[in-house]
């Protein structure tokens, strides 16, 4: 009896001595897995991203602003077939906003000034002169995305911010291009996702067209940089010389320059 009373005696200790420091492994948190009963918190872009990259994994971010021509060989997927292009991107993303309601528009890049649907159907389909324009004569589209290296996942990213709507100045009586408004990536993606009518059409074969939001988280356009992160937020073409004597392939070579110097800074990184 004597000898069963020491040995229960010695198994609470053991369970009390054992119980804190589970207890305590439980709260602990990591960078890695962070627990939900600590008090360490990582901030997530959550309004624009459609990704989960903690601020303090960027370890190199620079934003990168680019253009998508609908015209091109490579993006007629997206531009839409036949020769109304009623099944084209820009079309579904004009029924999203104004027939469903379901996409926010903002008339600038900051987000700050909501555009009412009247307004956007205004912006998207008047020129300068008042003219109404077709939906195929709204070919480019712009978006802002961030270059950016995961460290927690040692992965080059790039992750977009927005996209912008662009009537081009050839549209717009050759009044310069007009801002038609801006769209958080992170609503486009969702809202496209639990779409699938809305396609990314592959010509080669039908059946396996892809989402919108899976075609541009597989990059499946062509697109030119048209700014990137500097002191004067200029464009590319305002950066060339005025007297340079061909300016606009000027700055489509130096555009290129850029993607190569995105492409080697990503390359340079796995050299050693």
Request: aromatic content about 16%; proline content about 3%; overall charge negative.
């Amino acid at each position: 009896m004597k000898k069963f009373l020491q040995n229960l005696f010695l198994s609470v200790l053991v369970a009390g001595g054992l119980a804190p420091l589970t207890s305590e492994a439980q709260v602990a948190a990591t960078s890695v897995s962070p627990s939900g009963y600590g008090d360490r918190q990582f901030a997530i872009d959550t309004v624009f991203s459609a990704k989960r990259i903690r601020e303090d994994d960027k370890m190199y971010q620079i934003g990168v602003w680019r253009r998508i021509d609908l015209r091109e060989k490579y993006n007629l997927s997206l531009y839409g077939s036949g020769d109304a292009k009623t099944n084209g991107i820009m079309s579904y993303i004009y029924k999203a906003v104004v027939d469903e309601n379901a996409l926010e528009v903002f008339a600038d890049e900051d987000f700050t000034r909501p555009l009412s649907i009247a307004e956007f159907q205004e912006n998207f389909w008047l020129n300068a002169t008042g003219d109404s324009i077709f939906v195929k004569q709204l070919y480019y589209l712009d978006f802002k995305e961030d270059f950016v290296f995961d460290k927690h996942h040692s992965d080059m990213v790039f992750d977009i911010k927005f996209i912008h709507l662009v009537m081009p100045s050839a549209t717009n009586s050759n009044a310069g291009q007009e801002t038609i408004g801006y769209i958080r990536y992170k609503d486009f993606y969702n809202y496209f996702k639990d779409h699938p009518e809305a396609r990314w059409l592959n010509y080669q074969n039908i059946s396996k067209s892809l989402t919108y939001d899976e075609a541009f988280e597989s990059r499946l356009f062509r697109s030119v940089v048209r700014r990137f992160t500097n002191p004067d937020e200029a464009l590319i073409a305002d950066m060339v010389r005025a007297d340079h004597p061909n300016p606009d392939m000027k700055a489509y070579m130096d555009a290129l320059a850029f993607e190569y110097k995105l492409l080697e800074f990503e390359n340079s990184l796995w050299e050693w």
